[in-house]
T-cell receptor
Framework: KQEVTQIPAALSVPEGENLVLNCSFT??????LQWFRQDPGKGLTSLLL?????REQTSGRLNASLDKSSGRSTLYIAASQPGDSATYLC???????????FGKGTTLSVSS | GAVVSQHPSRVICKSGTSVKIECRSL??????MFWYRQFPKQSLMLMAT?????????EQGVEKDKFLINHASLTLSTLTVTSAHPEDSSFYIC?????????????FGPGTRLTVL
């Protein structure tokens, strides 16, 4: 059974720092991996989607990498801002069109 | 962009009552919708997969007679929590797959906060 783990569970940084969020999954035979942002009491916002054949995806200050063979992904946030404060969720799909399997998330707090 | 709505956004009910949550795809057709549940400080857990016009597929440990799912049209799926109890209090989120877009194009609703007293 696929399990997704995110480390750390919480992270506090001062504004301007670069940071890395980690995600690992137990079954490396994934279809793709997706990173989301969730604000308190809200739904999900998709940040980046990496197909199993890809190594990384970038969007603005965000960069997500995927090492499928080792079952790991990282989300790199450059020059963090207070507006980046949220919970970041990593999720994997085991097959095309199937449901996402989520980690518990990393709660990020960026202080000004 | 594609929008998925959920109604209500918050509901408080007494123990033993039933609550219906609606999930609508506003500008696309969704052949598949997924229902998730999220407890505080926990991850989203898949409850069931709903395909339009057919019975939902429930995940292990999810009672199908307690969590009734209906997906009668390409734009609407409903989740009914029957005889709700305090342990059913949670954040329920749906996602919808756009029939005409890629298989991985799923859009999430804003969630429904259920509190059972």
């Amino acid at each position: 059974k696929q399990e997704v783990t995110q480390i750390p569970a919480a992270l506090s940084v001062p504004e301007g720092e670069n940071l890395v969020l980690n995600c690992s999954f137990t079954d490396s035979a994934i279809y793709n991996l997706q990173w989301f942002r969730q604000d308190p009491g809200k739904g999900l916002t998709s940040l980046l989607l990496i197909q199993s054949s890809q190594r990384e995806q970038t969007s603005g200050r965000l960069n997500a990498s995927l090492d499928k063979s080792s079952g790991r992904s990282t989300l790199y946030i450059a020059a963090s801002q207070p507006g980046d404060s949220a919970t970041y969720l990593c999720a994997v799909r085991n097959g095309a069109g199937t449901a996402l399997i989520f980690g518990k998330g990393t709660t990020l707090s960026v202080s000004s | 962009g594609a929008v998925v709505s959920q109604h209500p956004s918050r509901v408080i009910c007494k123990s033993g009552t039933s609550v219906k949550i609606e999930c609508r795809s506003l500008d696309f057709q969704a052949t598949t919708m997924f229902w998730y549940r999220q407890f505080p400080k926990q991850s989203l857990m898949l409850m069931a997969t709903s395909n339009e016009g057919s019975k939902a597929t429930y995940e292990q440990g999810v009672e199908k007679d307690k969590f009734l799912i209906n997906h009668a049209s390409l734009t609407l799926s409903t989740l009914t929590v029957t005889s709700a109890h305090p342990e059913d209090s949670s954040f329920y989120i749906c996602s919808a797959r756009d029939r005409l877009a890629g298989v991985d194009t799923q859009y999430f609703g804003p969630g429904t906060r259920l509190t059972v007293l």
